[in-house]
């Protein structure tokens, strides 16, 4: 794949702790060692491991720019940049569809890796989309935690019930067998719904 001369799509999708951020940087690496300029961004919501950089899970990284949306990433594509990769590419607007498109038809190797479902096993944002329009996809599964077969879902395990939910141990990889469907825990939802106690104005 390295090398050609036509731009492409490439979409690594799966559940959390399925190497999806591992498999964009090992790509990445490749394109750098064959010599070809290469760019990488990541949306400005994961902010979990540090602004400027992909980290995977072995802890290998990755120089990458934070964007705020598709239009800031195609804004900040260089001149003369051969691969593109994207991180978290489920977190981005629905422009980002038509961002990969230009790029590969610019010429460009996009590779862009995401969770392709929510905890409730929800197509995730954009990710259909770049599902359809992709020339390779390539479903990554990471380890169940209850039987030890190939988990294709992102288990929630704690913390309330909106779509994103950062931070690793709120969710567990599971497969189709062990998944169950979350309900968010009892003291959470009183905790949002509690008004604040009014002070006592004085002076
Ligand atoms: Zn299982």
New binding site residues.
């Given amino acids: 794949m390295d090398g050609h001369r036509g731009g492409s799509i490439e979409i690594i999708a799966g559940g959390m702790f399925s190497g999806k951020s591992e498999e964009l940087i090992r790509r990445m690496r490749r394109s750098v060692i064959a010599r070809q300029r290469v760019q990488v961004f990541k949306p400005v919501i994961d902010d979990r491991f540090g602004i400027d950089e992909v980290v995977s899970r072995d802890d290998r990284r990755l120089k990458a720019q934070s964007v705020g949306n598709s239009a800031e990433l195609l804004a900040r594509v260089e001149i003369g940049v051969q691969v593109v990769g994207i991180d978290e590419v489920q977190f981005f607007d629905a422009g980002i569809v038509d961002v990969c498109m230009q790029l590969a038809d610019a010429g460009i190797r996009v590779i862009a890796a995401g969770l392709d479902q929510d905890y409730m096993r929800r197509p995730f944002g954009p990710m259909p989309a770049l599902l359809s329009v992709a020339e390779e996809v390539s479903k990554m599964h990471a380890v169940?935690?209850?039987?030890?077969?190939a988990?294709h879902y992102s288990q929630r395990v704690s913390g309330g019930d909106a779509q994103v939910e950062v931070g690793d141990s709120a969710y567990e990889a599971?497969?189709?067998?062990?998944?169950e469907t979350y309900r968010a825990e009892k003291e959470a939802e009183e905790a949002a719904v509690q008004l604040p106690i009014p002070q006592p104005i004085t002076g």
Wanted: net charge positive; hydrophobic share 25%; glycine share 8%.
């Fill in positions: 169940c935690v209850r039987c030890r077969g988990a599971r497969c189709r067998a062990c998944y």
